[in-house]
């Protein structure tokens, strides 16, 4: 089926009451130029195609397919795209218990474009060859890898070719299920209603000037402590990224406030990554991919795993009185946060190993762990865990900070 063919049948759904079909949706425009630009890459002609014909879509009532698209709070195309790869990267991680497949922006690797409500992404696979048109499409199967089966499999079609398959008999998952036969219907998805177009992130801005002197800074690793010390060692930003809400909504919608500390360190550096290895996701994001998106991940997370295991009894998580509560992700799915005990600004710091559980509280406050670890005094799990800071060299090497949307979401 030719890309025209495919656009006239995918036909909006019929009303409830039986009258006639609503009017297709008016697409989001795309800068084209601008999106392939920042992604280092140029896009299959039939994806652009179909996006500036129809785009974004949900078709069958089932399978997102995205465009560069933002709405407030709700879906920013390049979050999505950085925070699918990361979440399929720590799923295949622990099922294949080797390296998953490449993503982008690796040379050749997997690049996101769909996903359905059964937890199914859909990649390009962007290093089978040098024509976009002929990427074809690989799958990562959600629910394979949370049953502990392998979560890829290649369909070997492009995107025009798989549509269509989708729309009759389907396309087979691993672990024996099919996706599809889906009905040939589009429309808007109802959490993109209002979408607008979406802008790469600007150029990275000029070098701050430092924020003291050199000799200063080459003693900071030496010694002191807390959020001033921290800031002589790493810069901040000078605009972080917290996400759209508010300290307040978030803290009503968790059910408790956060440690002072906390909030003065994502006022200060926002969201982003340290060490190149530990991501702080914006926690005022309203929507998936923010604060308490990672907590509602924490039941299934800390608990699936442990339960298994003979004789294990499953850590408290909360809201469970003293439960742990994360706040930032290693990037091999281990997490930092705290033991909810007594006051939030007296909540002790604990690391929740995917493989071995929640280790011991760590001694010291947020920014002192920080300072600590970036130092390469300290290590997941205790000084004698496997996983030191990566990366050679010494102290001043290792202790980076890359802000959100410097690279980070991608």
Request: with cysteine.
């Amino acid at each position: 089926m030719d890309l025209s063919s495919l656009v006239a049948r995918l036909a909006p759904p019929p009303p409830s009451d039986g009258g006639d079909r609503p009017a297709a949706p008016a697409p989001v425009p795309v800068d084209w130029d601008a999106v392939e630009g920042w992604l280092g890459l140029r896009l299959p002609a039939d994806y652009k195609a179909l996006v500036s014909a129809r785009g974004p879509l949900d078709i069958g009532g089932h399978l997102w397919l995205h465009a560069p698209c933002a709405r407030e709070d709700r879906f920013d195309y390049g979050d999505w795209l950085w925070e699918t790869h990361r979440e399929c990267r720590i799923s295949s991680r622990r099922v294949l218990r080797r390296e998953p497949p490449p993503f982008h922006p690796a040379p050749g690797g997997l690049l996101a474009w769909g996903e359905t409500r059964g937890g199914v992404r859909l990649f390009w696979d962007t290093g089978a060859c040098g024509d976009p048109d002929r990427w074809p499409v690989i799958v990562f199967d959600g629910e394979a890898a949370r049953g502990g089966t392998a979560p890829w499999h290649a369909w070997g079609t492009t995107l025009t070719e798989t549509v269509p398959a989708l729309l009759g008999a389907g396309l087979p998952l691993p672990g024996g299920r099919t996706l599809g036969p889906l009905p040939p219907t589009a429309r808007r998805p109802a959490f993109l209603a209002g979408a607008g177009p979406w802008a790469p992130p600007g150029p990275e801005p000029e070098p701050e000037p430092e924020r003291a002197p050199g000799a200063v800074r080459r003693a900071a690793p030496a010694g002191g402590g807390g959020l001033e010390a921290l800031s002589l060692l790493v810069a901040p930003p000078r605009a972080p990224y917290l996400g759209g809400g508010t300290w307040e909504r978030l803290f009503e919608e968790l059910g408790t406030r956060l440690p002072g500390e906390y909030v003065a360190l994502m006022e200060r550096y926002g969201a982003g990554r340290w060490g190149n290895r530990l991501g702080f996701l914006p926690p005022l994001r309203t929507a998936g991919g923010g604060f308490a998106h990672l907590v509602r991940q924490a039941d299934d997370a800390h608990r699936g795993p442990r339960a298994g295991l003979p004789g294990a009894r499953p850590p408290a998580v909360w809201p469970e009185p003293g439960g742990f509560l994360p706040f930032a992700v290693f990037d091999d799915g281990d997490r930092l946060g705290w033991l909810t005990r007594g006051e939030p600004d007296d909540w002790p710091l604990a690391v929740w190993r995917r493989r071995t559980g929640q280790d011991p509280p760590l001694p010291g406050g947020l920014a002192d762990t920080l300072l600590e670890w970036l130092r390469g005094g300290l290590r997941q799990g205790g000084p004698d865990g496997p996983d030191g800071l990566p990366g050679g060299g010494g102290p001043l090497e290792s202790a980076v900070f890359t802000p959100w949307g410097d690279g980070t979401h991608r």
